[in-house]
């Protein structure tokens, strides 16, 4: 519209284009299907809805910045104000609707704002976008606030409120500060489950899983390849996704539970490490990983990659700045199973002070990371289970195999960034 036309024309033309709404299903028959007509049509009716919600944003700014929701004999919040005279947000949408409208008046929210009340964002997508910009502002470099929320925008477009949470470690990733992907990462340990099964005298037990992005990537390169679709006698594979997922999960445990005392005859995963050049030359802030041969997508941070390079086959790719292959190392066994029966033999267990765990639910460790040249050598290893293992490499923990009158025994270090000192000791040890 005009910036010239009034309140009371803008009312009655928003008026009229309502009237002309109403009676639309009646003369659908009209519109013929070549030339996109009902596909032009919907993308119309479509563009006047985002219109729509971008004016009630403004309306409700307005009238919360007057004040007038809680003015008055009929004084109320503004979101009771908001579900009052605007009866289509009684089933949801009022607080998101506040909530937006406030977040407008701020001026570190200008760019979503416009992407508002240009149609691009619908309500409740922009309420996402606001919450995660809340959420990583805190945690970026300098100057990379800007990107950030452009990043979020566009996805937020493209894939709706889910695809802009799911952008969070990629933008951590490249435009975080040092440290902020992993420890996001860290922190979604705590929140790992497995519920008891809950039975319904069916037959059926149902159980609830938590995973953190660690646990997930494992699990998903896991389960690739035994849940894939197999055919019968040549006739093909009837069952569900989530039925062969869940029978592939079963065959997993049954094969953990036969090894026994035995130790698995290949390693554990395939871990394909893809990374750019820039990243390997200053310094990775995060990778994007493939495990098992299936491209998970999944954003994983440093220490993270290292904990799993410890008991997988590890493929380094490194790509250039058009995105084409410079060097694509070949599979690196580990610890070999002659080694590992070395360190059952020698460590007992885990050797993380005062755990039990057996040795046969534990996992080789470099105590001096192979991602930082560390020789596979029983010299260089110790057994730790997996929670251990975490607390190892988030604490950045060094550990080392003495020789005393009782043996060989592993002795750790428990002081914060013990191994980033022992890294440094070993850098000055070493001739210029």
């Not at 990733?173 to 705590?190: E, I, N, T, V």
């Not at 059926?204 to 006698?233: I, M």
């Not at 995060?286 to 990659?305: F, I, K, M």
């Not at 070395?342 to 192979?370: E, I, K, Y």
């Amino acid at each position: 519209m005009e910036a010239g036309v009034g309140v009371g024309q803008r009312r009655e033309m928003i008026a009229a284009a309502r009237a002309a709404l109403a009676g639309l299903a009646e003369v659908l028959w009209q519109v013929p299907s070549a030339g996109g007509g009902l596909a032009g049509l919907l993308g119309e009716v479509d563009a006047l809805g985002a219109a729509c919600d971008a004016a009630r944003v403004a309306v409700v700014g307005e009238a919360i910045e007057r004040g007038e929701p809680g003015s008055g004999a009929r004084a109320m919040s503004a979101t009771a104000w908001v579900r009052e005279h605007a009866p289509s947000t009684r089933a949801g949408g009022a607080g998101q609707l506040v909530d937006v409208a406030v977040a407008f008046t701020k001026p570190v929210n200008e760019t979503v704002r416009v992407a508002v009340e240009a149609g691009e964002l619908p309500v409740r997508s922009a309420a996402v976008v606001l919450a995660e910009a809340d959420r990583l502002r805190p945690l970026l470099a300098d100057g990379a606030e800007p990107h950030v929320v452009a990043g979020l925008i566009e996805m937020a477009v493209q894939q709706g409120p889910r695809g802009c949470r799911m952008v969070r470690p990629a933008l951590l990733a490249r435009y975080g500060r040092d440290g902020q992907l992993q420890l996001h990462q860290d922190a979604a340990k705590r929140f790992v489950a497995l519920s008891q099964p809950v039975e319904d005298g069916t037959g059926v037990a149902e159980y609830r899983l938590v995973l953190d992005v660690e646990g997930k990537a494992v699990l998903e390169a896991a389960l690739g390849p035994l849940s894939a679709p197999r055919s019968l006698a040549g006739q093909p594979d009837l069952r569900s996704c989530d039925q062969r997922r869940g029978e592939a999960l079963v065959t997993l445990v049954r094969r953990a539970v036969a090894a026994g005392e035995g130790i698995g005859p290949v390693a554990k995963t395939q871990l394909v490490v893809t990374m750019g050049w820039e990243s390997l030359v200053s310094g990775v802030r995060g990778a994007g990983v493939t495990l098992g041969g299936s491209d998970t997508g999944t954003v994983v941070a440093p220490e993270t990659v290292r904990r799993l390079a410890c008991d997988a086959s590890v493929v380094p790719v490194v790509l250039g700045s058009a995105g084409e292959v410079l060097d694509q190392g070949r599979a690196v066994r580990l610890f070999t199973t002659a080694q590992t029966r070395r360190l059952w033999l020698r460590d007992g267990g885990c050797t993380f002070p005062g755990c039990s765990m057996p040795p046969q639910w534990s996992d080789a460790h470099h105590l001096v990371h192979w991602a930082d040249f560390g020789v596979t050598d029983v010299g260089n290893a110790a057994l730790l289970c997996g929670q251990h293992h975490a607390v190892v490499h988030s604490r950045r923990l060094a550990g080392q195999v003495l020789v005393d009158e009782g043996g060989e025994r592993v002795e750790w270090d428990l002081a914060l960034g013990s191994y980033d000192q022992l890294l440094a000791r070993r850098a000055a040890q070493e001739p210029a």
